[in-house]
């Protein structure tokens, strides 16, 4: 159980990575009325596992893990993920997390600062825990603190919350079941939208969140 337990603590809302912090572009799209309800939240979210960060961070995620021990490797990864956000605070958003896992994941042994998706997987690679969990784990955490996110602003109730995480779980495991045999060659996405969202809340004018 000792790789449950690591994820359980390393995913775990608590984790100090500041993720309370970042909406990913969700705060502009529900100014913007693309999201207004549970309907339109679990539609824009199920778009973002499948055909946005959610997969390309999934892809990014298995390749650090495989890479743990090739610290050249694991360089080239960030470069890469830093090249694929589309805006200043989706940036900044991976970068601030990334940074504040590998400090918060000391305990658990010293890993260098970079990308969120890249420090994770290079955690979860040292510890050797199996890429399909570690994967799984790390996109129920980014959909649960997107959740989160909407509850706070839509606003949404907590009871509506939960059934958005348990709506979009198949689709957590679809998408972490797609990306088994994914190469580096397969990162890309077409969440359009969630991009504009990202761009457009940099200048939003009454704001929460960073992202």
């Known amino acids: ?23 990913h572009g969700l705060e ?19 778009d973002l596992l499948h055909h946005g960060t959610g997969r390309a961070d999934a892809i990014l995620v298995r390749h650090a893990l495989q890479a743990t021990a090739d610290p050249v490797a694991l360089d080239s990864l960030a470069e890469l993920a830093l090249a694929l956000t589309p805006a200043r605070e989706r940036r900044a958003e991976t970068q601030d997390q990334g ?43 980014f959909t649960a603190n997107l959740i989160s ?22 689709d957590t495991i679809a998408v972490a079941t797609a990306t088994a045999s994914a190469t580096l060659d397969d990162l890309g996405g077409c969440a359009f939208r969630s991009d504009i969202a990202a761009m457009r809340h940099e200048t939003q004018y009454t704001r929460l969140f960073r992202s």
């Open 1 to 23: 159980m000792t790789a449950e337990l690591h994820l359980l603590s390393w995913l775990s809302p608590a984790f100090p990575i500041g993720a309370y912090a970042y909406s």
């Open 28 to 46: 502009w799209a529900i100014e913007a009325g693309d999201i207004s309800d549970e309907p339109t939240a679990l539609a824009w979210l199920r």
């Open 99 to 141: 940074a504040a896992f590998a400090l918060a994941a000391a305990p658990w042994g010293d890993i260098r600062a970079a990308p969120y998706p890249i420090a994770f997987g290079a955690l979860a690679g040292r510890h050797g825990i199996a890429a399909p969990l570690a994967v799984a784990g790390y996109l129920q955490a």
């Open 149 to 170: 996110a909407a509850v706070r602003l839509i606003p949404l109730g907590q009871t509506a919350g939960l059934r958005l995480l348990a709506a979009l779980q198949p």
